[in-house]
């Protein structure tokens, strides 16, 4: 199966006139997506807390997090980012995915749009 990529851009949210836009590598393993640092702090963006996250590998990384506007295919979302290292590729996560309803289609490698966004036990 190859890689999936989808242009994002990551918005500050306090200056909705600083953003950052990319091709983004869709990781469906990622919970939350990933800027590399330079590009974040360009935009003003500081990290707001740390977060452990565990690897493939299964070894633990703790990493600075931040909250930014993550836009994509013509939806939004509110969502974490990682403060990558300055060389890393943009990950997008399955969170901001889940958010708007896009599911990634493996087999042809391209993100669908879902008929509606899942919400589960209200009714």
Do not use: C
């Not at 707001?48 to 994509?72: C, H, N, P, Q, W």
């Not at 979302?77 to 990682?82: A, E, L, S, Y």
Request: proline letters at 6%.
């Amino acid at each position: 199966m190859g890689a999936t990529h989808v242009t994002v851009r990551i918005t500050n949210p306090a200056d909705r006139d600083r953003f950052w836009e990319g091709l983004f590598l869709v990781d469906t393993g990622a919970t939350d997506s990933l800027v590399p640092r330079p590009h974040l702090e360009a935009i003003g963006l500081k990290p707001e807390g740390k977060r452990i996250y565990e690897l493939a590998d299964g070894s633990e990384i703790t990493v600075d997090v931040t909250v930014a506007k993550i836009e994509f295919m013509g939806e939004f979302v509110g969502g974490t980012v990682i403060f990558g290292e300055s060389d890393a590729e943009p990950l997008l996560g399955l969170t901001a995915l889940e958010s708007v309803g896009i599911e990634v289609d493996p087999l042809n490698q391209r993100l669908k749009r879902l008929p509606a966004v899942r919400l589960k036990g209200l009714v």
